[in-house]
């Protein structure tokens, strides 16, 4: 199993550009998240997602955008990049909604917006 | 302001020495978990804790939940250079689900 994939690894964006950050697991979980982690904050969840076609926000949803059309996919969408979310982001996953399960994390994507 | 606060933010030490990282909140947990951190990768998950007072030791590594079930401790007994990383505290609300509200973390650094 590859676990949780993240692509791409780094990124640079101007302003205003959209763009997509594109998570995969091969795990066969329901559970996947996004987080983002910034300098002193620890990580912030940004959307989740508790099975295919159902996803919530989390407590920094402004400015994403997220699907999930596959137990497998869970891609997150900037629409338009702004230098406030330059940050590294984080694709998560787990089994099962119980709080003690084991959540998995990408290796991340590091996102630079100029 | 954050959800859980950790303690010390940066902590640097030599080879062999003792340490306690704390992750302290005002809320109720139903669940904790510690993660660590290297750099270039996402955290891996180091144990998980659900009773008030549970006590899980991961060979030098002791963690505690606290009784009333909003804070918990991470001790590294005779610390290594392979234990240096960042260690995060993260935990479950049963009014959040398996939603995650993570610290800030604690970057260790220990020296040969």
């Known amino acids: 199993n590859a676990g949780v994939t993240q692509t791409p690894k780094f990124q640079v964006l101007k302003t205003g550009q959209s763009m997509t950050l594109q998570c995969a697991q091969d795990?066969?979980?329901?559970?996947m998240s996004w987080y983002r982690q910034d300098p002193g904050m620890g990580l912030r969840l940004i959307h989740y997602?508790?099975?295919?076609?159902?996803?919530d926000q989390g407590e920094v949803p402004n400015g994403y955008n997220v699907s999930r059309s596959t137990t497998e996919d869970f891609p997150l969408r900037l629409l338009s990049a702004a230098p406030s979310q330059t940050s590294v982001y984080f694709c998560a996953s787990h089994p099962w909604v119980t709080g003690t399960d084991t959540q998995y994390f990408g290796p991340g994507t590091r996102l630079t917006v100029l | 302001t954050q959800l859980l606060e950790q303690s010390p933010q940066f902590l640097s030490i030599q080879e062999g020495e003792n340490l306690t990282v704390y992750c302290n909140s005002s809320s109720v947990f139903s669940s904790l978990q510690w993660y660590r951190q290297e750099p270039g990768e996402g955290p891996v998950l180091l144990v998980t804790v659900v009773t008030g007072g549970e006590v899980k030791k991961l060979k030098r590594l002791t963690f505690q939940f606290g009784d009333a079930r909003k804070d918990s401790s991470l001790h590294i007994t005779a610390a290594q250079p392979g234990d240096t990383g960042l260690y995060l505290c993260a935990g479950a609300r049963e009014t959040s689900g398996s939603r995650l509200t993570f610290g800030e973390g604690t970057q260790l650094t220990v020296n040969p």
């Open positions: 795990m066969n979980h329901e559970y």
């Open positions: 997602s508790v099975g295919a076609g159902i996803t």
